[in-house]
């Protein structure tokens, strides 16, 4: 019986390598067959993704060199930085800084703090506004969603004149809220930008199980606990996404900026910033240039550090209804 096992178990064991050795050998002749394969066809079936994605990269990434090669050319002019980097050094960003007239650090300053604020008061206030029309019945909530979403169609640049008109006024009563005041203009953003954030929102927040705010009410919570207690712990793709756009929307608005504030100390980067190029015999692309690329740092940077957010927020809020 032994040498009958002993038989089996030698016979059996060069049957397994002969199968290893057959998989090793088809999984190689299909590698061979693959190499093999002429270039029309790989380039049909997946060359034209690459050679695509090459020329939308290029198209994507030019502009950004080209501005930064201005900024680092302290001649003053486009045309010189024709041929990119042939020349780099720091002049446009010690220009920048050190020119009284036109305070950058301050314009700088003041973006931040507009910045900040308005993305901080949209989220508060759009989550607090999605969290009723998501979890509360009353009358008139389909019509104001539906109001939410109309009143988006018409962009705020259409405002303009009244903006100017009611500040105005304002100015007259309560000059912390009129023109020149960042107050003021922070306030305008607000009444501009809760709607279609309100409207991402409640898509997202209809993602949470009721079952959630049942269970905490059998515990005898408020809708104020259940708001910050729960919701807002479970929403917070969708925060970091709107207060993101909310961030990047006003660090580059200029037309409504331009109108509300009128005192250069008090001015946003993208209304300072334009003063550099704004008349035609003292034009100074470089340090316009220079600029721009410091004002992109503070976006990139919350961009990186809220990137995990954005794919499932966006898709999240946009799909649910």
Not at 3 to 11: D, E, I, N, P, R
């Given at each position: 019986?032994n ?9 059996a ?28 066809v ?18 994507a990434?030019?502009?950004?060199l ?27 960003f ?12 301050r ?30 019945r ?115 608005e ?12 008090s ?55």
């Open positions: 019986m040498g009958s096992a002993s038989t089996v178990s030698t016979t064991a060069p049957g397994v390598d002969d199968v290893a050795a057959t998989s090793t050998t088809d999984v190689e002749h299909l590698r061979s067959l693959q190499r093999r394969r002429p270039f029309g790989w380039f049909k079936d997946k060359g034209w993704r690459h050679v695509v994605g090459i020329a939308v990269t290029i198209f990434i030019f502009p950004l080209y501005v930064l090669s201005a900024a680092f050319n302290s001649t003053g002019t486009l045309v010189g930085s024709n041929a990119l980097f042939s020349r780099i050094d720091f002049g446009n010690v220009e920048l800084f050190n020119n009284p007239a036109r305070p950058y650090a314009w700088f300053a003041n973006t931040m703090v507009v910045g900040v604020v308005t993305s901080a008061a949209t989220v508060f206030l759009g989550a607090m506004a999605a969290y009723a029309f998501s979890r509360m009353f009358k008139g909530r389909r019509i104001g969603l539906l109001s939410l979403l109309l009143l988006q169609m018409f962009p705020q640049l259409l405002a303009v004149v009244a903006i100017f008109l009611l500040l105005s006024g304002i100015s007259e009563v309560i000059p912390a809220l009129g023109l020149g005041s960042q107050l003021g203009l922070i306030m305008v953003y607000l009444g501009g930008a809760l709607g279609v954030n309100t409207y991402l929102m409640y898509g997202f927040f209809n993602t949470v199980p009721q079952s959630l705010d049942e269970a905490a009410k059998i515990d005898g919570a408020s809708h104020t606990q259940i708001f910050f207690g729960i919701i807002m712990r479970l929403v917070t793709p969708i925060l970091a996404v709107v207060g993101l756009l909310s961030f990047i929307g006003i660090s580059g200029f037309v409504i900026a331009s109108v509300v504030l009128t005192d250069p100390d001015q946003t980067l993208a209304v300072g910033l334009y003063s550099f190029v704004a008349q035609q015999r003292s034009e100074n692309w470089g340090v316009f240039a220079a600029g721009a690329v410091l004002a992109a740092v503070p976006v990139m940077a919350l961009f990186l550090f809220l990137q995990r957010y954005i794919v499932s927020g966006l898709t999240a809020g946009s799909v649910k209804g």
